[in-house]
């Protein structure tokens, strides 16, 4: 018993998760996507081994599996998964499309490729805006030194100069030497 295929309603973006680095989906949400049951699509993937490499798709560990459970990306409950599933990269996906060969899956194969692509744009400007803000940061970083050193030399001149000390005891001053001496020569 095939289910419904996705409807528009349903993004698709939303359904692109990331594991081991690489973006890739689940098999019950691509069988969801084309149309198929889960176990339709995973005879399909046998049937077909050859044709999917290990970049294309692989069966989650049990951590990656109870992490997803954990995250409420898989359900549960009982009567759900009975083995770890099967994920697709966007390679996998395509190839995926072919095997099943209906016009159902290769429509939604050129949708989950648009939102593949849409995910890569998306990431590409994420890293423009990073490293814009680590520009502007160090830009910052700049500025607040040379503000500090703008309020210590402000602080320089603000500050009021020390008093000279009266001097203690008996000295004696130049200008007296001076006229002293002056007017020993003059004699």
Do not use: C
């Amino acid at each position: 018993m095939a289910t419904e295929p996705a409807s528009a309603a349903h993004p698709i973006e939303g359904l692109i998760l990331s594991i081991r680095g690489q973006r890739v989906m689940l098999d019950s949400d691509l069988a969801a996507i084309y149309g198929v049951t889960t176990g339709q699509l995973n005879q399909a993937l046998k049937r077909n081994a050859e044709r999917f490499p290990s970049d294309f798709a692989f069966v989650l560990t049990r951590q990656e599996f109870a992490n997803l459970i954990s995250q409420s990306v898989i359900s549960s409950s009982y009567g759900g998964r009975r083995t770890l599933p099967w994920v697709f990269t966007e390679h996998g996906v395509v190839m995926l499309a072919s095997v099943l060969s209906s016009p159902t899956a290769i429509e939604a194969s050129v949708k989950i490729v648009r939102a593949f692509m849409l995910m890569r744009e998306q990431l590409a400007l994420h890293s423009v805006l990073a490293g814009k803000l680590s520009a502007i940061e160090q830009r910052l970083i700049g500025h607040d030194s040379e503000i500090a050193d703008l309020f210590d030399a402000l602080r320089g001149l603000l500050a009021e100069p020390e008093k000279p000390r009266r001097e203690i005891g008996f000295h004696v001053r130049e200008e007296a030497r001076l006229k002293a001496a002056a007017a020993k020569t003059k004699k």
